[in-house]
């Protein structure tokens, strides 16, 4: 079965400061990436995907992610994080043509002004 | 361990039935429940949104009285496909937080198989 993990359980950082969630999964075969965003009060929001192609994936917001096969990880990045960026981050992933997801814990981010 | 249950994880059924899927938190109170749905090679799509005590908040294009959802107790929300179709088979997903800045647990989803 798939299991995904994510490092940090809350971040907390400051206003322009770089921004990195590690995202690392277990499941051998071809694979689907996603993170998800939810800001406070709201719902889930995709933030970027990746399904094949360049591992380099650009999402909304600024957000970036990079899909290392190797090493399992799908690590999502924004090189300077806002206020408004303050929400929490779900990674997921399902396998091949599957379509059950499965996600990580989340990490709080928490930007301070 | 699961804080959010969700059962059954697989279920079959034929076309014109109805199917349950309840969404548990396990220790704590969920005031608030989502439902999820997810097509193969698609990224994550809301139904709706359940508050304990009060109707749902469907999103756009979602039926609600195709999709019933009640969110009866502080630990229970269901949803029930009614008259399935093949076109319901998908895999549904709820997730559940507490009070405000509380975590947001998901459940394991329920992989949907209408025939």
């Known amino acids: 079965a798939q299991s995904v993990s994510q490092h940090n359980h809350h971040v907390i950082l400051s206003e322009a400061a770089s921004l990195e969630l590690g995202c690392n999964y277990s499941?051998?075969?071809?694979?689907?990436l996603f993170w998800y965003v939810q800001y406070p009060g709201q719902h889930l929001q995709l933030l970027l995907k990746?399904?094949?192609?360049?591992?380099l994936v650009k999402g909304i917001k600024g957000f970036e992610a990079e899909f290392i096969k190797s090493k399992f990880s799908f690590n999502l990045r924004k090189p300077s994080v806002q206020w408004s960026d303050t929400a929490e981050y779900f990674c997921?992933?399902?396998?091949?043509?599957?379509?059950?997801?499965?996600f990580g814990a989340g990490t709080t981010v928490t930007v301070r002004a | 361990g699961a804080v959010v249950s969700q059962h059954p994880s697989w279920v079959i059924c034929k076309s014109g039935t109805s199917v349950k899927i309840e969404c548990r938190s396990l220790d704590f109170q969920a005031t608030t429940m989502f439902w999820y749905r997810q097509f193969p090679k698609q990224s994550l799509m809301l139904m709706a949104t359940?508050?304990?005590?009060?109707?749902?908040?469907?999103e756009q294009g979602v039926e609600k009285d195709k999709f019933l959802i009640n969110h009866a107790s502080l630990t229970l929300s269901t949803l029930t496909v009614t008259s399935a179709h093949p076109e319901d088979s998908s895999f549904y997903i709820c997730?559940?937080?507490?009070?405000?800045?509380?975590?947001?647990?998901f459940g394991n989803g329920t992989r949907l198989t209408v025939t």
């Open positions: 990746y399904f094949s192609g360049d591992p």
């Open positions: 997730s559940a937080r507490g009070p405000t800045h509380s975590p947001l647990h």
């Open positions: 997921a992933v399902n396998a091949g043509n599957d379509y059950k997801l499965s």
């Open positions: 359940s508050n304990e005590g009060s109707k749902a908040t469907y």
């Open positions: 499941y051998g075969g071809t694979v689907n």
